[in-house]
Structure formats: structure tokens, C-alpha cells
């Protein structure tokens, strides 16, 4: 939200610069997002006189003029307005001045060869409006020499963002109020007497829905001129990023903005015999103010003629009813609408606007006849015309909200002693009624809100109040409560596996990414497999709707955005969680980490020759390591199919511990789901699932055993054998190495070899196996008895010694 510093004074009696209403804003909780000063911009424009002007020898449509800066000798300056003449007054932007139109800095140049010192400007160029036919011109008492900023009176711009819980600060006068409250100055009262009404109102009002609408008030305003509004009001609106239109609508603008207080005016002539708040009739449609066209259901408020619909409750009006130039009657409309049927109204017509935002955060349900009386004083003043009666149909919730409060909970939630005395005036400033009330045994007070914070419904939100007034920066900073010792550790089994593994996988040179937790539905569905997805009824962006049900996704779109900028080789990894839906539709989250090598392995060199790309192999060492990091059994691991249809088949695989638990799955990228995320290469990946891995058994240790080096050196042995040709050679590697698991402590696959002198449906695996004595060196008896458990181990496998 935007404001200008001067409006804010209009109901802000302070001395108070920029700086200082921006610091009380931030301390306050009110966050300064910006400021913009015009008088930042203009710096280098001044008020300056055209003393002559005369013809450019060498073009028709130039003149050279020589201007009168104030000090020194007279400029010359080339320039193109139509307009320009002797003795005019314009503003001239001197060299080293910025545009503020299009940023080009001024300087010294020579224009068809005369020189030219600067540039005479026009309402554009220098942001203040749309006209550009020709330069500025000044009234004649403009003082020549005068710096542009002072003598236009730039205005500061304040922009704020405010939370969804303070609709009260959705205007000027609220955040005002706030302003007063900490101290920058003194909250002027708001100025609405009673329009008393000349003749009964001649349009009737009548609401059939009253859960969307309690309350409706209008009057009819005849004999209104309408036309551009003053530029005051212009420069109000603009300082809210507001374009003026004309005086009854920058008028009904101005009361929203100023006062937080939507409002409608509609053209008396376009109406049909009764206005009615009522519901959608299915399928009715109506044209907005924004142009576009809107189907409308019962679910929806709208305001109604005997023609038809003119009004999306709440939210933006009809273009058929809209005040135009010509208008000379008005209705005008304040109404209480519930904020619930406007939130669920505007989120089904993907429509917003700044009514919408006012009344599904809550407006003040008191302020109709206040609201109304200020808008009918501002538009008789711009527009003429004499008021109707008003007409009251329903009745806005009116009950205040009471709650009890006890002044010492403000230590107890605050961590800050305030004396009840200045918790009594911080609130009464606020607009809170504090009276003392019985409450058990107990003294405590009976605090009224006002209609304008429906945000605090409890003691909390009174203390919330009382210490964001008070100061947060007043409150020191203290301590915990530490017991003497070694502290215990606080992070839990998981928090300590994440920091292990997302360690583990930088050191290995994966670089970390962060990628959405949603994703495209198209690129969900890909990676979902027969799992449901969870799709978000209001999401952010339609583009990202779904929540991930694995890591891979994201990974994949962001290799492809390094890669389509250039990068030749990534390696990137992800530790978050994928969201799968539970037993009876719960939500389940599943700590995962997923990896992708995407590009080049090694870059192409003298001694290697071509580039080499990843494959499968490096996606499964990347796995091993991370999992042996994660605390798995990594000697006890098989390797499976079955990766999934996103994985190429005959290039993927599964890590598992026993048929059913998967641990982990790597391989190539599908070509199909290379197609639809449109990335070109090879693409290896992985994912490991970190909450399948069995927990350690038995109370875990905090140091570890020492290290003995054995005092015997160890022996090799090679094994060959003939084993069916699809036999995994890692199923091979873990019965050798489980043959003698006193002796044998490692087993390795150094030869896979199919050709001559091997069987046709057979592959010969050659394993390196090392034993290590412990007490005593090995006989020839202690090897052979090993060997024949190493073949009878691989025996069982199909597993022949090749002779």
C-alpha cells in the first residue's frame, strides 16, 4: 500500500520528516517495503527562462533557444516543441540530470552541429503526466533559477506492506492512528457531519441475502457535474498507484483508500426500478469494469437491478452502470458484505481488486454512515448536487467483542514489565475501551475492540498490541536458562542424519539445490507412479499445483536451466521431502535425497580424447557412498530391478535390503521423460530413500572403539568362475564374501569376461578375495579349506571354478 507523506498529514498532526514516520512504522510492525522521492528523480530539473528563439540552420523542425538559468550566463539549448518561445517559462534539465521517463542522462552534445546544453522538458519525460505535445509550460511567477523539486512540491511516497491480520491499517487513516499511537504525533478526528437529505431517496433498496449482505446503505445524489478531479485529489491517488478518472470515481477511491471503506457509485440513469443484493442466479454473467466478462453462480453476492446484474458484491462493479462524463445522477452504495463469501467469490473468479482485499480481511461493520456522510460531503464538493435521504436496509454485526485482560500477562507473553497505567493509554490510543471488571477472584480488565480489529480475538492479541507500541526494541535481550554442565545435544537421530548425509554428499563435489515443493501437475503425474497426488485447491500458480512426489522433477528443471545457459557439466544434489498420501488419506512426508550428474563426466582432453559423459555406474557409486554415509549396511545391499518407468530399463536399478525394502533407485533418465522436460544428454539419477534405512540397534555410543591394525599382514586370492550370463556380479561378491566371515574380510570383481573358451549363455567373473590371519599365519591346509567354502558358497549360485 502507498501513501504520500502530505496525505498522511491530513490526519497526522506531526512535524515528523520521511525518516522518522518510516523508522516508527518498522518499529511498530508496520513494514516499510520502499520510498520513492520525486525529489530524488528531479534532481538537475530548474525553473528556467526561454530568453530567445530561433530557427536551427539545419532543420526545419528544431529551434535554439538560449535560456536563463537564474545564475551565470544564458544556456543554449536545441529543442523540438512546438511550443517553445521567447519568454516562456519551462523547466530545463541541466547536463548530468536523469530522465525520469527513461533514465538517459543529460550531457553536453552537439544536435545537427549546434551545440545544445541540456534539455527543455515535457509532463512526460519527467513522469508527472501523459501529455508530450510540447514542454512545460509555467505560470509566469515561477521563480527563475529555482530547483524544479522545491517549486513543484515533490511529495515523498511511503510503501508499506501490510499483513492479512490489520485491515484497519488497509487505509491512510488507520495507519495514521498507529503513527499517534507510538508517539510521532497527535490523530486528528475524522470530519463527517450529517448530509441531512433534501427529498426520499427514489430508488429502492432491498436485500434477499442477508448472509452475504446484513447491510446495505444508499442515497442518490442528482445534479452532479462531473468531470476531472482537483489535482490534490489526483495527487493522492497517484501516490497510491491509483490512475484518476473522474471526480465521482477518484472520490469513492479516495474514501476506500483514505479510510479503508470501499464504495460504489452508480450512474442513476443506467438503473431498472429496485436495487437488490441478492444471489447469483447459475450461469448469469456480467461485464466488469475491468473489461472482461464473468460467469456467476448461486454461490456468489451480486448487486441487481430489474435489468440484471451491475455489481460483483464486494468486489468490482459492472462497466454497464459506471459513472461517465456525462452522468447527472448517482446512487451511492456503502454496504457490509461477509468476508468469507467475498474470499471464496473472488478466489473462484480469479478475481482481485483492492475492494476484495479490504472485506475479506474485515472492514469496520460502525463505519457506514460515517463512511457515507464523508463520501457525499467529498463529491457535493468536487460535483455539486443535492443528497436523498439515506436508506437503511439490514443491519452490520454491531456486537463488540469484549476481552478479558489481565495487565501482568504482558510480562508473562511479553517478556516486558509495562506499568498498567501506560498499557491502559497505549490501548485507549489504539481505539480499545479498557474498563476494570471482577473476573473470579482476580482484578482484571474488560477491554472493548473496536469494530475496525477484528484481528484480536483474545488476551494474546491484546499483548501483541500493547508491546509493539511499547517498542520491541525495548525489550532486552536475555538469555535462556542454562543448567551448569555439558549441555545435552538437542538434535534428534534425523537432524543428524540430514547434516551427515547433505556433508557427505559436498564433500563427494555435489552442489546443493532448493528447488519447489510443488511442481506441474504433467511433471507430478511423470514421477507419482501409482501413488495419488496431492493437488492444492488454491495454489500459488496454476504452474505449480501439485505437491512433489519425489525430488527428481525439480533436479531435472534445474540441470535444464544451467544447461540451456551454458553449463557443460552438473552435478547437483537435494535433501527435502516428497509428499505421498497416507492410510485414510493423511499426509505422508518422506525424508529423500535425490541426485542428478547431468552433461559431462570429464571434458574432452589430450589424453582422454572426446568427452566423456555420466552413466549409470557413476549414478550407483554416488548412491553407495551416500547410503554407507547414511548409516545403511552397504555389504548387505541388492541390486535390483524395477527402478521405475522413469528410469531407462537396462540402465536402472534398485539398491534394496531384502525383496520389499528399497533403499535407493539410480540409472539413466527415460528418453520419454528426457522428451517432456525437454532436456538434451545424458542424465543420470538418483534417489535415495532416507527414512527406509534401519535405525542402529542398541544404545548408540558417542565415541568410537579404537582402531587395532591387525599384527598379521593380510593374503589374496583370485577366484574365476563360470556363472549364468545374468547372474548380477554383485550377488556373486556377497556370497564369496560371506563364505568365511572370520577370514575373509573383502571380496572384489576385477575381470567380467564373455568370448572365446566361454560357454554361449555364460560370463566368466574373476574376484579378488583378501584374507586376514589373526593369531597365526595361514597354512597351506587353512587356504584350501577356505577356498573350498568360497566354491561351495558360489555353488550355490550356479557358480562353477573356471579351470
Not at 534532481?43 to 540552420?57: D, E, S, Y
Not at 442477508?210 to 452532479?224: L, Q, S, T
Not at 461493520?365 to 437503511?392: H, K, M, Y
Not at 549363455?761 to 574373476?766: D, I, T, Y
Amino acid at each position: 500500500m502507498k501513501f504520500s507523506l502530505s496525505w498522511l498529514k491530513q490526519y497526522l498532526e506531526t512535524d515528523a520528516g520521511i525518516e522518522d514516520v518510516a523508522a516508527t512504522l518498522n518499529r511498530i510492525g508496520i513494514e516499510v517495503e520502499g520510498i520513492e522521492d520525486p525529489a530524488e528523480k528531479l534532481a538537475g530539473f530548474r525553473v528556467a527562462k526561454v530568453l530567445t528563439a530561433a530557427r536551427h540552420p539545419d532543420a526545419d523542425k528544431l529551434q535554439v533557444l538560449s535560456v536563463d538559468t537564474g545564475e551565470g550566463d544564458p544556456l543554449q539549448v536545441v529543442c523540438g516543441a512546438p511550443n517553445a518561445r521567447a519568454g516562456m517559462l519551462g523547466v530545463l534539465g541541466l547536463p548530468g540530470a536523469s530522465v525520469p521517463a527513461n533514465g538517459m542522462v543529460l550531457k553536453k552534445s552537439a544536435i545537427r552541429g549546434v551545440e545544445s546544453n541540456g534539455m527543455m522538458c515535457s509532463v512526460r519525460e519527467l513522469e508527472l503526466g501523459d501529455a508530450h505535445e510540447g514542454i512545460i509550460e509555467l505560470p509566469e511567477d515561477a521563480p527563475v533559477g529555482m530547483a524544479f523539486a522545491d517549486y513543484h512540491g515533490a511529495d515523498p511516497v511511503i510503501d508499506v506492506s501490510i499483513t492479512p491480520n490489520r485491515p484497519d491499517c488497509m487505509g491512510v487513516y488507520g495507519i495514521a492512528r498507529d503513527l499517534a499511537a507510538a508517539g510521532l504525533g497527535t490523530l486528528k478526528p475524522i470530519e463527517a457531519a450529517d448530509v441531512a437529505g433534501s427529498f426520499p431517496c427514489p430508488v429502492e433498496i432491498r436485500i434477499e441475502d442477508a448472509e452475504g449482505c446484513p447491510a446495505f446503505h444508499g442515497r442518490v445524489i442528482k445534479g452532479v457535474t462531473n468531470g476531472p478531479s482537483p489535482q490534490w485529489l489526483q495527487d493522492c491517488l497517484k501516490a497510491a498507484g491509483q490512475r484518476p478518472i473522474s471526480a465521482l470515481v477518484d472520490a469513492t477511491n479516495f474514501v476506500m483508500l483514505a479510510y479503508g471503506r470501499p464504495a460504489h457509485a452508480y450512474d442513476l440513469a443506467k438503473l431498472s426500478g429496485a436495487v437488490t443484493a441478492r444471489r447469483a442466479a447459475e450461469g448469469e454473467k456480467v461485464t466488469a469494469l475491468n473489461e472482461k466478462e464473468y460467469t456467476l453462480d448461486p454461490s456468489m453476492t451480486v448487486i441487481a437491478d430489474e435489468a440484471g446484474v451491475h455489481d460483483i458484491a464486494g468486489i468490482m462493479g459492472g462497466q454497464h452502470s459506471g459513472c461517465e462524463d456525462t452522468t447527472s445522477d448517482v446512487l451511492l452504495e456503502i454496504a457490509y458484505f461477509d468476508p468469507q463469501r467475498i474470499a471464496l467469490t473472488g478466489r473462484a473468479l480469479n478475481l482481485t481488486s483492492d475492494a476484495r482485499a479490504r472485506f475479506e480481511r474485515g472492514i469496520d461493520p460502525a463505519f457506514l454512515d460515517t463512511g457515507l456522510n464523508l463520501l457525499t460531503a467529498l463529491i457535493q464538493s468536487l460535483c455539486g448536487g443535492e443528497a436523498s435521504e439515506v436508506v437503511r436496509v439490514g443491519a452490520a454485526p454491531a456486537t463488540p467483542r469484549i476481552v478479558h485482560f489481565d495487565p501482568a500477562l504482558t510480562g508473562d507473553l511479553g517478556g516486558v514489565v509495562i506499568a498498567p497505567e501506560q498499557q491502559q493509554a497505549i490501548l485507549e490510543s489504539l481505539g480499545f475501551s479498557v474498563v476494570a471488571a471482577e473476573t473470579g477472584h482476580d482484578k482484571a480488565w474488560a477491554v472493548t475492540v473496536p469494530g475496525w480489529r477484528p484481528d484480536v480475538d483474545g488476551a494474546p492479541d491484546i499483548v501483541e498490541e500493547v508491546v509493539r507500541i511499547y517498542g520491541l526494541d525495548n525489550i532486552a535481550s536475555v538469555a535462556l536458562p542454562r543448567a551448569d554442565g555439558v549441555a545435552l545435544p538437542t538434535a534428534t537421530p534425523a537432524q543428524k542424519l540430514e547434516r551427515r548425509v547433505r556433508r557427505a554428499a559436498a564433500a563427494r563435489g555435489l552442489n546443493e539445490a532448493v528447488t519447489w515443493s510443488f511442481l506441474p501437475e504433467a511433471e507430478a503425474e511423470a514421477f507419482a507412479g501409482e501413488e495419488k497426488l496431492w493437488v492444492l485447491a488454491n495454489p500459488i500458480s496454476e504452474d505449480l499445483k501439485a505437491m512433489r512426489p519425489s525430488l527428481l522433477p525439480g533436479l531435472i528443471s534445474a540441470a535444464k536451466r544451467n544447461l540451456d545457459r551454458g553449463s557443460s557439466s552438473l552435478r547437483l544434489f537435494e535433501l527435502g521431502r516428497r509428499y505421498l498420501r497416507g492410510k485414510g488419506g493423511a499426509s505422508d512426508e518422506r525424508l529423500t535425497l535425490g541426485v542428478i550428474l547431468a552433461g559431462d563426466k570429464a571434458s574432452r582432453g589430450w589424453a582422454t580424447g572426446k568427452a566423456v559423459a555420466f552413466d549409470a555406474y557413476d549414478a550407483k557409486a554416488e548412491a553407495m557412498a551416500l547410503l554407507a554415509e547414511a548409516g545403511a549396511p552397504v555389504e548387505k545391499l541388492q541390486v535390483m530391478g524395477e527402478a521405475g518407468p522413469q528410469f531407462h530399463p537396462g540402465q536402472s536399478a534398485t539398491l534394496r535390503l531384502g525383496p520389499k525394502n528399497v533403499l535407493a533407485r539410480f540409472g539413466m533418465l527415460h528418453p520419454a521423460i528426457a522428451k517432456q522436460f525437454d532436456i538434451a544428454g545424458s542424465v543420470a539419477l538418483v534417489e535415495i530413500f532416507l527414512d527406509a534405512i534401519p535405525g542402529k540397534k542398541g544404545a548408540a555410543s558417542f565415541t568410537r572403539t579404537s582402531y587395532t591394525p591387525p599384527a598379521l599382514q593380510s593374503v589374496t586370492r583370485d577366484f574365476a568362475f563360470l556363472v549364468p550370463a545374468e547372474l548380477p556380479a554383485a550377488d556373486l561378491v556377497r556370497v564369496v564374501q560371506g563364505a568365511d566371515k572370520v577370514n575373509i574380510v573383502a571380496a572384489r570383481l576385477f575381470d567380467d569376461f564373455r568370448g572365446q573358451g566361454v560357454p554361449e549363455g555364460q560370463k566368466s567373473l574373476a574376484l579378488e578375495v583378501t584374507l586376514q590371519p589373526l593369531e597365526k599365519s595361514y597354512k597351506e591346509a587353512d587356504l584350501k579349506a577356505i577356498s573350498e567354502k568360497v566354491t561351495q558358497a558360489a555353488a550355490k549360485l550356479g557358480a562353477t571354478l573356471r579351470g
